[in-house]
């Protein structure tokens, strides 16, 4: 009888476990890698172990976050961790610091806390890993690639396959251009010309990564950072948004999007570049959002240099809040921000197509490469 229960229970099991090796090997996420560059809206862990003020691997970071505190600058998964969730990956992408043991074939996170497109931005604050020295990062990682694949052309081929997620230049505003006492930015360009610059750098990185495979890119806006409770609480004067904080950055935003034009343009035979507008409107239209309650408010007791005081509880509801910290989302509002980032037919939000999309043109991108057409066009360049 005792055996008996226990092959009925073993049976589903192993049904289960059969069907998984159907479906979960062979293509079980949607692309074979992911690769993050950015600041702490995506750190994982960089910072850990850097000489730098911007850290979050102390609690209550991470209350909600399965292992706790990681170094992620959130209460629980930060939006690429979701996004990766929902392109099915099992595991989170690894940060660079700590990769020795995990399997980098499916992607690492170069995102650092404070890092900015400019390699001055929040030097103040210590050693951060800016965008130059992520790609740097990057290079080494492409050579352990190659090592493991066999060749740099069969790493290339590989990586023309993942996608790389861009989300950086918050902090060329936060902790550069609105800090006059501490950096000259902002006396030597206009908002217009500062724009211009940080995408122009921002553009030279995108292309060294295309020089090694990188084909398929995601990138994010700035969004409203004179509404952060950072800007509210320092340079408010009656607790609504900072105007001349909010202006700066979205000449930043829809250069961007003119750059993700230029790109597609440029790149139409082999690379899909797309641009998401990180800015949702909490004006009562969306429905989805009218359960974040507390829009502008940290949900966690602030330190004076806008991270949690250390051990201190947080507030009640966390999934009424949209910011957890002083300058950063609460789980719950990324993860509506990157389920509309994953799948939305809204172009003003992800623009000219949502990530979903994105994964599916690559399909046809790899197929398209083996015809005549693209044959004959690559020939001819
Ligand atoms: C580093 O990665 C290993 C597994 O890859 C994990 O067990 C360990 O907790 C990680 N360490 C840190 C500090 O994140
Ligand atoms: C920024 O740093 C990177 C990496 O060290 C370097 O390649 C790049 O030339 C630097 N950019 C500027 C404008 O100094
Ligand atoms: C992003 O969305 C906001 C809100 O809908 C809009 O005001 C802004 O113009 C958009 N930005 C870009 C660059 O499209
Ligand atoms: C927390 O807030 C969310 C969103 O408003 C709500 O759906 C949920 O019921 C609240 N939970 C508790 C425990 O109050
Ligand atoms: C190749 O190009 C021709 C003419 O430009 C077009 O009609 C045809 O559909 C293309 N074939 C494929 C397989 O893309």
């Known amino acids: 009888m005792e055996s008996m229960i226990k092959t009925w229970l073993v049976m589903p099991i192993l049904f289960l476990y059969a069907s998984c090796l159907h479906y979960c090997v062979n293509g079980k996420s949607q692309v074979p890698c992911v690769f993050i560059f950015g600041d702490s809206l995506s750190d994982c862990g960089n910072n850990n172990n850097l000489p730098t003020s911007p850290k979050s691997n102390y609690k209550p970071y991470g209350i909600d976050f399965p292992t706790g505190p990681t170094g992620r600058f ?15 990956f099992e595991k989170f992408i690894p940060p660079f610091a700590n990769t020795s043991g995990s399997d980098i074939l499916k992607g690492v996170n170069y995102a650092s806390g404070g890092a900015g497109i400019r390699n001055e931005t929040s030097k103040a604050t210590g050693f951060v890993i800016s965008l130059g020295l992520q790609l740097t990062n990057h290079g080494v990682t492409v050579s352990q690639i190659a090592t493991r694949l066999g060749s740099l052309d069969k790493a290339r081929q590989y990586l023309n396959k993942c996608l790389y997620y ?73 607790g609504s948004c900072v105007d001349e904080e909010n202006s700066p950055p979205f000449i930043f935003d829809a250069e961007l999007k003119s750059l993700v034009d230029h790109l597609n343009n440029k790149f139409s035979a082999d690379s899909k570049f797309i641009f998401i507008n990180s800015t949702l409107e909490s004006d009562g239209q969306n429905p989805w959002i009218s359960g974040f309650v507390v829009p502008n408010a940290p949900c966690c007791p602030l330190r004076l240099i806008g991270g949690c005081i250390p051990d201190e509880r947080p507030c009640y509801n966390r999934s009424e809040y949209v910011f957890w910290d002083a300058f950063h989302p609460s789980e719950a509002w990324n993860l509506l921000t990157a389920r509309w980032s994953y799948n939305s037919h809204d172009s003003g939000f992800t623009y000219p197509m949502d990530i979903k999309h994105l994964v599916e043109q690559e399909t046809k991108m790899e197929l398209g490469s083996t015809n005549e057409n693209t044959s004959k066009l690559s020939a001819s360049s």
């Open 74 to 88: 959130t209460n629980g998964r930060t939006a690429i961790d979701i996004i990766t969730q929902l392109l099915g």
């Open 166 to 238: 861009v989300n950086i230049g918050s902090n060329d505003y936060i902790n550069n251009y609105f800090l006059p006492q501490l950096y000259p930015t902002s006396q030597i360009y206009s908002p217009q010309q500062y724009a211009e610059a940080l995408i122009q750098e921002l553009s030279l990185n995108l292309l060294a990564l295309h020089d090694i495979g990188a084909r398929k890119y995601v990138l994010v806006t700035l969004g409203r950072l004179g509404c952060i409770p950072n800007a509210i609480l320092n340079h408010g004067t009656d």
